[in-house]
């Protein structure tokens, strides 16, 4: 069974916990938190999300925040981390097939749970194309 981890502030909380509702069944699940809608700082449970993926502890990631950008962005910052910002199912599918991203971001604020959902399963169900994107995800990491 593939292990997904799962990070949020307090505007993706909502959206984190419907989710974790979903993939309890089909996936091993690792919550980063937040815990609540309490206010607090995306960059708290994005960076142990990034280490997770990155050594392995986690297949994928799903981080959501209000727009996904702020999450998205601290995500990028790490090497290996390849965290898509998408608001619909082709994106996600592209960001898999061209991409190879490990970590899906959603916008909790723009969209609904039932659009999470389905982008969620297009991410974990897309296979990476290879071939012609092979040489542009190498040249993604500076170092």
């Not at 593939?2 to 069944?25: M, N, P, R, V």
């Not at 960001?95 to 982008?119: F, G, Q, S, V």
């Amino acid at each position: 069974m593939k292990t997904i981890g799962i990070a949020c502030d307090h505007a993706g909380y909502q959206l984190k916990e419907f989710l974790k509702t979903k993939l309890s069944e089909n996936y091993i699940l690792v919550d980063f938190g937040t815990d609540s809608e309490n206010s607090m700082d995306y960059p708290d449970v994005a960076h142990p999300l990034a280490e997770a993926v990155v050594t392995g502890k986690v297949n994928w990631g799903i981080a959501i925040c209000g727009s996904g950008n702020g999450i998205n962005m601290t995500l990028n910052k790490h090497a290996g981390i390849r965290s898509a910002l998408c608001w619909n199912s082709e994106l996600a599918s592209l960001a898999r097939k061209h991409n190879d991203a490990n970590i899906l971001a959603l916008p909790a604020r723009y969209i609904t749970n039932a659009l999470a959902l389905e982008m969620l399963e297009v991410f974990t169900n897309t296979d990476f194309e290879g071939g012609r994107h092979e040489n542009r995800i190498r040249k993604i990491n500076l170092s």
